[in-house]
Nanobody, 124 residues
Framework: QVQLVESGGGSVQAGGSLRLSCAAS????????MGWFRRAPGKEREFVAA????????DYADSVKGRFTISRDNAKNTAYLQMNSLKPEDTAVYYC?????????????????WGQGTQVTVSS
């Protein structure tokens, strides 16, 4: 059974950093592209970052480019999202998602599985 478990969320002041982790189980991790999405209060879930199954390709939303870094460790079946220079507008529930793909999907409807989410709150 596929399972994704996010961790690392919390509360931080603007300008601070957090590192989110996504532990995967239930299938061959290194065959799946991974993505991070977020949902802010009153808004739709939006794309944040994605990484190919090998880790050689990444993509980012314009709003986080230069501040966030997605990575993965296939030996540990874990994906990460390093978030630096956090802003209040980054406040949201962050979801780890995965899909069987050789590309780097950026659309929500391209992903098959997701976790329960982890809350990130950035205060000004």
């Amino acid at each position: 059974q596929v399972q994704l478990v996010e961790s690392g969320g919390g509360s931080v002041q603007a300008g601070g950093s957090l590192r989110l982790s996504c532990a995967a189980s239930g299938r061959t991790f290194n065959m799946y592209a991974m993505g991070w999405f977020r949902r802010a209060p009153g808004k739709e879930r939006e794309f944040v970052a994605a990484i190919s199954y090998s880790g050689s390709s990444t993509d980012y939303a314009d709003s986080v480019k230069g501040r966030f870094t997605i990575s993965r460790d296939n030996a540990k079946n874990t994906a990460y999202l390093q978030m630096n220079s956090l802003k209040p507008e980054d406040t949201a529930v962050y979801y780890c998602e995965e899909t069987f793909s050789q590309y780097v999907p950026t659309s929500q409807n391209e992903y098959t599985y997701w976790g329960q989410g982890t809350q990130v709150t950035v205060s000004s």
